[in-house]
Each structure stands twice: as C-alpha cells, then as structure tokens.
C-alpha cells in the first residue's frame, strides 16, 4: 500500500517555508514521498490577488525539480469549483483507494478543521499530520484538540512525533514539531510589490520565473482599488 503525505494549498507562489515543512514532517514521519495539491479556486481566498493556476503550477514544479520524492498533483483542476478538501479527498480515493494518506495541517487549521465544509468528514478520508510551529505546551494543546474532538483519545505518538490522537476508530493525527520560518505568500507579494528582492525567501527558480511573468504577476498580485474593497 502506498503512504502519502499530501500537502495542500494555495501556493501563491510556493516559499521556503512550505518546502522546508514539507522536508521536515517527511522525514520525522518517513514517507517516502510528498504529493503537493495546489488549490484550484480556494474558497477561503477569494478575496485575495491570486496567480492563476497554471503559472502557481509552473511555479510550484520549477521549486520542486530536482526532488525526487516530490510529485504536484493538478486533481483540483478537474473538479467543481470552489476547490473544497472534501472533495478532492474524495476524488483521490477514488482514484487510489488503498493509499494510506496523511494530510499535512499546521496546528491553529487543525483545530478549525471541524469548521470547514463537511470537516469531521475529512477525517474519514486521510490521517493528520499536524506541523506545529509555535512553541508547543503538548498538554495544553491535547487539551484544546479534546475540547474540538470530543470522542478522540490521546495515543501512544509514533517515532518522530510529539504527541498523537485516535479521531475516529483507526483515523489518526499525529504532531510533528517544526523549526520556525516566518515567511508566507502574502509576505513574499508584499515584497515583490515594493520591488525588494525576493531572495531566500522562494527558491531561485521561482524568483526567475516570477521574474518571465513579470506582467501577469503585476495585474495577479496588484492591490485591489480602495473603491473595489469597499464595495464587496
Ligand atoms: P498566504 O500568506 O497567502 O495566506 P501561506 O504562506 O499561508 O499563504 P498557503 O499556500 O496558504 O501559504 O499554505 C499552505 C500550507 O502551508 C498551510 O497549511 C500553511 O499553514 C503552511 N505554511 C505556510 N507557510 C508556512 C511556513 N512558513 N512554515 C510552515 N508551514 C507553512
């Protein structure tokens, strides 16, 4: 059976922080490989300037190159849109019934996972593997994932992670500790808007494919007008 750790998201663009979790949580965990699933039309985003889909692919691939154990799989694009997990869990099953999935989350999206579209349906779907990249108090947290997941149980934790729960009978989330990168997406536009250099904080790759779309970017990433913010 194959075991994957999927990696989600919007990637607009793919940063040094999302590679490096995604190293470390594969490693602590031992898979083999990381199948990064770009969002097609994230729902929760929609506000926000997004890079279409094809160049956050072609951004995506050109940082992962040369990773062996690094696969992007472009499933959302085939599926209804708003881009939802449920779903795209759903249509993978399908697709591969016997993988063994974990879904990569960081620990504050966890302990919303309840909250978002069919949720506690998603744990039906893959185990958890949850990247914690604040300073950890491992109690209190078990705490406030037993306040949001009443029927889950604190288990034994697996080599390589610091804690683990049972969801749902054979359904597990496990907590991966991770060293702190403050860099997001939105810090990376930020930068790249005011002309500084995006050095370090993407992969050279990125930057120079950035750099060739440079116009697509522009109009993608430019602020929306004050007037346009307003009346949404
Ligand atoms: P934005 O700033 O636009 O909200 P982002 O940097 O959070 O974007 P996403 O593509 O939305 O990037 O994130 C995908 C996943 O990567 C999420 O689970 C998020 O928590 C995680 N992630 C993002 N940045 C980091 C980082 N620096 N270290 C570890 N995980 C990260």
């Known amino acids: 059976m194959s075991r994957t750790l999927i990696f989600g998201g919007t990637f607009n663009p793919v940063h040094v922080g999302h590679l490096r979790a995604a190293i470390e949580v594969m490693e602590a965990l031992g898979f083999a490989q990381v199948e990064w699933v770009p969002s097609y039309a994230p729902r929760h985003k929609s506000d926000s300037p997004l890079?279409?889909?094809?160049?956050?692919?072609?951004?995506?691939?050109?940082?992962?190159?040369?990773?062996?154990?690094?696969?992007?799989?472009?499933?959302?694009?085939?599926?209804?849109?708003?881009?939802?997990?449920?779903?795209?869990?759903?249509?993978?099953?399908?697709?591969?019934?016997?993988?063994?999935?974990?879904f990569l989350l960081g620990d504050r999206e966890f302990l919303r996972l309840h909250q978002w579209r069919s949720g506690s349906d998603v744990v039906k779907l893959t185990h958890i593997a949850i990247a914690c990249r604040t300073e950890f108090d491992l109690d209190a947290f078990a705490s406030e994932v037993a306040a949001v997941w009443p029927a889950s149980r604190r288990v034994e934790p697996p080599a390589g992670a610091l804690l683990a729960f049972e969801l749902l009978p054979g359904r597990f989330a496990v907590v991966v500790p991770l060293p702190r990168i403050d860099v997001s997406s939105s810090l990376v536009r930020r930068r790249w808007l005011e002309g500084r250099s995006l050095s370090h904080l993407v992969p050279q790759a990125v930057l120079e494919l950035l750099e060739r779309h440079r116009e697509e970017v522009a109009v993608a990433w430019r602020p929306a007008p004050a007037s346009a913010l307003q009346a949404s």
């Open 51 to 102: 890079l279409g889909f094809d160049l956050r692919i072609a951004l995506l691939r050109a940082a992962l190159h040369g990773h062996d154990c690094f696969r992007v799989n472009d499933i959302e694009r085939t599926l209804p849109v708003p881009s939802v997990t449920i779903q795209t869990l759903e249509a993978m099953a399908r697709s591969e019934p016997a993988a063994d999935r974990y």
